[in-house]
C-alpha cells in the first residue's frame, strides 16, 4: 500500500491532570499532538504507511515530539528542522457543565516561519497516494498557507488523493489574511473535504438552511444537508463533502454521528452515546483518519467508509490525549455493535 502524507504543525500540549483547573495545577501533563499529526497516527495503527511534514526546533522539545512520532510508526524523514521554538498549548479538560479551555501559546514557531520552496514535494510524494492537511495551517502564517498551497497543487499534478479538514479557529486567524482570501484556492484544489457549519460560514460564507445548531442534543442528519450541497457547487472537484454530528448534551456527555455526501446520495452513519468522555480533544482527527482508512479499504462502500470514521472517533473519546490509539480489531468490534466493555483476557 502506497503512504498517506499529513502536513501541519505538531505542538507541546500541556494539560492540568485529574481534571483540575489552571488555577490549581501545580503540574501539567506532557502530551505531543496536532490536527495532522493525529490522522497520522490514526492511520499508522490501522497499518496504512504514513509520512509526516512539519517543521519543528533544532532542540530538545523538538526532538521529544519527533520521538512521538516515530513511537506511533509514523514517518519522519521529511520533517524540517529549523526556527526557534515548538507551539505550546494549554488545554483544561471540562466535566459535566463545565466546558474545556484552550490557551495557545504557538506564536513565532517553528511552524508558522514555514515557507514555499522549503519542502521538495515531488520528493514527499513519490510513492504515496493521498494528501492531508487542515485549516488549522493555513490560519497559522502567510508562509504556512503558501506552503499548503505549493504541496496541493503538486498533488493535483500527480495524481494524488487531497483531502481536507476545514477546522476553524478563531484565535489563529491573526496575520493580517481573512479566511475568505486564503481557503478557497486550497480548497478547490481538495478531493475530499471534511466541514461543519461553522467551518462553511467562516470560511466561506455559506449560510445552512433552516438548521439550528443551538439545538443541544436533538441533531437531524438531513438538516446539514444544504451545507454540503453548497460546498460541493462551490468546490467542484470535490467528490464527497462530509461532515461530523455532536450533539452537546454536557461536557461529559455528546451524542455523536456523521454524514458523507457524494452529490447524489446522503450517507447516515449510527448515533453513538457518548455517556462518559474522557477526552474529546482530537475527536474530528480520528474521524478523519478513520475516513481516510474507510475510503481506501472500503472504496466502493461510502456507508462502510463513513461507519467506521464514526466509530473509531467515538472510541477516541475514551483515551486521554490528542491522538485516537486504537486498532482496527476494536473499531469493526463498536461497528458490531458490541459496546460492552468488557475485560479482554
Request: some cysteine.
Amino acid at each position: 500500500m502506497k503512504k498517506v502524507v499529513t502536513f501541519g504543525e505538531i505542538m507541546l500540549r500541556l494539560t492540568p491532570p485529574a481534571l483540575k483547573r489552571f488555577s490549581q495545577a501545580s503540574s501539567f501533563d506532557v502530551i505531543y499532538g496536532g490536527g495532522e499529526s493525529n490522522v497520522a497516527v490514526s492511520l499508522a495503527n490501522y497499518g496504512v504507511p504514513t509520512e509526516f511534514v512539519s517543521r519543528i526546533p533544532n532542540n530538545d522539545i523538538g526532538e521529544c515530539a519527533l520521538m512521538e512520532m516515530r513511537k506511533r510508526n509514523v514517518g519522519t524523514s521529511n520533517i524540517l528542522r529549523g526556527g526557534e521554538r515548538l507551539g505550546i498549548y494549554f488545554l483544561e479538560i471540562g466535566a459535566v457543565s463545565r466546558g474545556s479551555k484552550v490557551v495557545y501559546d504557538r506564536a513565532y514557531s517553528s511552524m508558522s516561519t514555514i515557507e514555499k520552496g522549503m519542502v521538495d514535494w515531488e520528493s514527499v510524494f513519490k510513492d504515496a497516494q493521498w494528501f492531508h492537511w487542515t485549516g488549522i495551517t493555513p490560519a497559522l502564517s502567510q508562509g504556512a498557507a503558501d506552503a499548503c498551497l505549493e504541496a496541493i497543487q503538486v498533488a493535483n499534478k500527480m495524481g494524488i488523493t487531497v483531502s481536507t479538514d476545514l477546522n476553524y479557529r478563531k484565535k489563529l486567524w491573526n496575520y493580517g489574511k481573512e479566511p475568505g482570501e486564503v481557503m478557497p484556492d486550497l480548497v478547490a484544489g481538495c478531493d475530499i473535504i471534511l466541514g461543519n457549519e461553522e467551518d462553511a460560514e467562516k470560511h466561506f460564507g455559506l449560510h445552512p438552511e433552516g438548521l439550528d445548531v443551538t439545538a443541544g442534543a436533538e441533531v437531524d442528519a438531513k438538516s446539514y444537508l444544504s451545507v454540503l450541497k453548497q460546498l460541493m457547487k462551490m468546490f467542484p472537484r470535490a467528490r464527497k463533502v462530509i461532515t461530523t454530528l455532536r450533539g452537546s448534551i454536557s461536557a461529559s456527555h455528546n451524542t455523536w454521528s456523521g454524514v458523507l455526501y457524494d452529490g447524489q446520495t446522503l450517507f447516515e452513519a449510527p448515533t453513538y452515546q457518548i455517556t462518559h468522555i474522557v477526552d474529546r480533544v482530537g475527536g474530528g482527527d480520528s474521524f478523519m483518519g478513520g475516513l481516510i482508512y474507510g475510503l481506501l479499504n472500503h472504496p466502493n462502500d461510502d456507508q462502510k467508509a463513513l461507519n467506521f470514521a464514526v466509530a473509531a472517533s467515538c472510541l477516541k473519546h475514551t483515551i486521554y490525549g490528542d491522538a485516537n490509539l486504537v486498532t482496527v480489531d476494536e473499531v469493526e468490534k463498536l461497528m458490531d455493535g458490541d459496546a460492552s466493555g468488557r475485560v479482554a483476557r
